[in-house]
Nanobody, 119 residues
Framework: QVQLVESGGGLVQAGGSLKLSCTASGMDISTYTMGWYRQAPGNQRELAASITRGSTTKNYADSVKGRFTISRDNAKNMVSLQMTSVKPEDTAVYYC????????????WGQGTQVYVSS
């Protein structure tokens, strides 16, 4: 059974930094592209960043490009998201998940980690 556990969220002032972590169990993340998704109140869940299996390619939503950095440690089955220069619009629940060959996220979601950015 796939389990994804996100951590590292919290309250941060605009312009500050935060690092999120995701630990996976029940799956070997080294065989998947992984992504960080986020869902703000009243909005649909969106893909913020993704990273291919060997960390060769990283993609970012335009809204976070240049501010967020995704990374992975396949040996530890972990994915991280370094957030810098955060903005109030980054306020959301952040989730990690694998991305299948169709570009869709896996069926199982963790509880997510709440990030709140104050202005």
């Amino acid at each position: 059974q796939v389990q994804l556990v996100e951590s590292g969220g919290g309250l941060v002032q605009a312009g500050g930094s935060l690092k999120l972590s995701c630990t996976a169990s029940g799956m070997d993340i080294s065989t998947y592209t992984m992504g960080w998704y986020r869902q703000a109140p009243g909005n649909q869940r969106e893909l913020a960043a993704s990273i291919t299996r060997g960390s060769t390619t990283k993609n970012y939503a335009d809204s976070v490009k240049g501010r967020f950095t995704i990374s992975r440690d396949n040996a530890k089955n972990m994915v991280s998201l370094q957030m810098t220069s955060v903005k109030p619009e980054d306020t959301a629940v952040y989730y990690c998940n694998y991305i299948n060959r169709n570009g869709k996220p896996g069926d199982s979601w963790g509880q997510g980690t709440q990030v709140y950015v104050s202005s």
